[in-house]
């Protein structure tokens, strides 16, 4: 016994089909990729608080040593972005506890702040963490190449500072 083909069958064949509505799925990826976008610049700087807030050189068990060693200095870099007696001041100071050296690069000059890092290199060659301390105004674009400086490798191979500890500098108003 034949059955009747079904009705649906052929309704669908005698009916055009409309074009699927995308105006739902566009106004959900309108919404969502610009989400995910901010989400992810967010997940990159709270990952750097992360790293950076656990980078103390207060040291801990076991990072004794003999006494043959010798002594690691402290190397400070300070992001400034500020307004002085009026006068806008923004650049870098690197500061070397070993040689009480302070030497300040003017208006971000990424250049000279890369050759004088290598020269800090060349004179404490086991010197490996550095600490930047920006303060509260410093674009976060600044902070992040002045890190990268800090990390990368100089002409010669030599590794820089691999490690980096962060301090944040609140602004002081002075009144």
């Known amino acids: 016994m034949a059955y009747k083909p079904s009705q649906s069958r052929s309704t669908k064949a005698s009916h055009s089909s409309d074009p699927p509505n995308l105006v739902p799925i ?42 043959d060693e010798e002594k690691v200095y402290a190397v400070d870099l300070v992001i400034y972005n500020d307004e002085v007696d009026g006068k806008f001041q923004r650049g870098i100071e690197i500061i070397e506890e070993k040689d009480k050296k302070r030497k ?10 890369d ?4 020269e800090v290199k060349k004179r404490n060659p086991k010197q490996a963490t550095i600490k930047i ?5 410093v674009k976060y674009e600044h902070l992040i190449r002045v890190i990268d400086i800090c990390k990368m490798p100089d002409l010669d191979g030599m590794e820089r500072f691999p490690d980096v500890a962060y301090q944040r500098r609140k602004l002081v108003k002075v009144q």
């Open 26 to 67: 566009m106004n959900l990826f309108l919404t969502i990729i610009p989400m995910l976008l901010f989400m992810v610049v967010s997940v990159q700087v709270t990952l750097l608080a992360l790293n950076f807030s656990g980078a103390d050189s207060t040291g801990g068990p076991g990072e004794g040593g003999g006494g």
């Open 104 to 113: 300040y690069i003017d208006d971000f000059n990424y250049i000279e702040l």
């Open 115 to 118: 050759s004088y890092l290598s």
């Open 133 to 137: 301390t920006p303060y509260d105004n």
